[in-house]
């Protein structure tokens, strides 16, 4: 039976008035889009989960605070206003702004990363993986086991596998990794939550063999609230306090605003130790300038500035996190009562469909989660995204096709932006696809690809036998 919807928090002040479109226009216009969903115009989408990226709706808070931004190009007081909050909620030292999460790893990670050198991480986000490449480095994911069965309803399937880390880390040398890096909630793994003991165990075991412990931030807020849910010796902390709590077993984090904290656009990086870390500080102050802008507004406006502010403390709010977990609850639920089969229990930002068990006759190459996406627009105007094997791309070193642990279809969800009628609109076009799935033989093919994160720009071709 279908759980209750958790009401909103909020009001609807503003409205965007969205285009609803026929079935045989949306497959003229994901043919026209090569079957990239990332190839769409946004005008000819009902209902957006391609991302929960900047897609966020501001508060009237936060719109005020885009009118008092302060444009001064150095030592704005919005910027100062910024800093003083992030050090509060994190309790580290050095906070530098800069204009999303990528960049942020842009900016940090060549100071630990070189060719020959490994990065380990629960899981890294396709950009941040991409950023440990670039630097010349190889990244290596080390997920605990379970979290590769969507079906096996564990606590915490976002956790670092521990025993295999120190594995690991003997088997290329503790002085060839350069950093270990833990992402909160783990995205690729279907927004699962890391807990306090394993950010605990993992930063000792980074402290023994002394390699720097970097946390990937972009859903701090929601992963405190799994914590303080799920982890019995949490269950008394405010979230702030786990948030304190668990970047202190850290050194370091970069952030991609354009999550937790609400806003359309920002990122931030945090050094815990400022006196320790000097000479560090002086290089990301460099390449903030020579990358981003200069170190006070780090590529962001002052408006910005302001508006990520006000919502880093906005995304703390617990009532806020009850609904907003709440959502991806209800329509896990919904998914319960069809017998359709997802990354469980739910995750923070979104619902991640199993693909693979829908279209069990789709092999990894033939790209299940993608077939999903695509039938999810065609059904119903909802434009998710592939992460599986189409996502994963190619081996760096031998160009082949990797084969992902999951074929997902990531309904991701905005802040703030859809209602519990949306969501019932989701359930229906799973559950109509789901019924029709076996008819779909083939899935697609690449017609074209660029080298590096191929899923945003490639073509695609329907497979035809
Ligand atoms: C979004 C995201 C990033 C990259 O941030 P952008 O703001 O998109 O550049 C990095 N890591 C994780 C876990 C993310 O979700």
């Known amino acids: 039976m279908a759980i209750k919807y958790t009401p909103e928090p909020f009001r609807i002040k503003m409205v965007e008035t969205i285009k609803m479109t026929t079935r045989e226009e949306r497959e003229q216009k994901i043919a026209a889009a090569h079957y990239n969903l990332f190839n769409l115009r946004g005008e000819d989408v009902y209902i957006d989960l391609l991302t929960d990226s900047g897609t ?122 350069g950093l270990v890096v833990m992402t909160i909630t783990n995205n690729s793994a279907g927004g699962q939550p890391v807990s306090m003991q394993n950010m605990k165990d993992v930063s000792e075991i980074c402290k023994k063999y002394g390699i720097p412990l970097d946390i990937d931030a972009a859903r701090y807020a929601e992963n405190a609230y799994f914590v303080k849910r799920d982890e019995e010796t949490c269950k008394d902390m405010s979230i702030m306090e786990i948030i304190h709590k668990m970047f202190s077993y850290a050194d370091m984090f970069t952030m991609s605003a354009k999550k937790d904290t609400i806003v359309n656009m920002g990122g931030l990086i945090g050094i815990k130790d400022q006196t320790k870390n000097a000479d560090l500080i002086m290089k990301i102050k460099a390449n903030c300038i020579s990358f981003e802008g200069f170190i006070t507004y780090g590529g962001l406006a002052g408006r910005d500035l302001e508006a990520l502010a006000i919502g880093l403390r906005e995304g703390l709010d617990e009532s806020y996190l009850k609904y907003r977990i709440g959502q991806m609850e209800y329509l896990a639920s919904l998914l319960d009562d069809a017998g359709i089969a997802y990354q469980s229990p739910v995750g923070g930002h979104g619902v991640f469909v199993d693909a693979k068990a829908m279209f069990p006759q789709i092999p990894y190459y033939e790209f299940p989660g993608q077939v999903l996406g695509v039938e999810l627009y065609k059904e119903a105007g909802i434009r998710a995204c592939d992460i599986g094997s189409y996502m994963l791309g190619n081996d760096p070193d031998t160009g082949k096709q990797l084969h992902a642990d999951f074929e997902f279809t990531r309904l991701a969800v905005p802040r703030r932006v859809y209602t519990q009628a949306h969501f019932d609109i989701m359930a229906d076009a799973l559950i109509a696809i789901q019924k029709r799935a076996h008819e779909i033989k083939h899935g697609y093919k690449i017609t074209w690809e660029p080298p590096i994160l191929r899923h945003f720009q490639a073509s695609l071709a329907p497979i035809e036998k």
């Open 56 to 177: 966020n709706a501001m508060s009237q808070e936060q719109w005020a605070g885009v009118m008092r931004g302060d444009e001064a190009y150095a030592g704005a007081s919005s910027y100062f206003k910024l800093v003083e909050t992030a050090q509060e909620i994190f309790g580290y030292d050095y906070i530098q702004p800069v204009h999303q999460g990528r960049a942020a790893e842009k900016v940090l990670f060549p100071s630990f990363l070189h060719k020959g050198q490994f990065a380990i991480s629960n899981m890294f986000f396709d950009t941040t993986r991409a950023h440990v490449e670039l630097a010349g480095a190889r990244a290596i994911d080390c997920v605990v086991e379970e979290a590769k069965d969507p079906s096996k309803r564990c606590k915490f399937k976002g956790n670092m596998d521990v025993v295999k880390l120190e594995q690991l880390i003997q088997e290329h040398g503790a002085e060839n990794i």
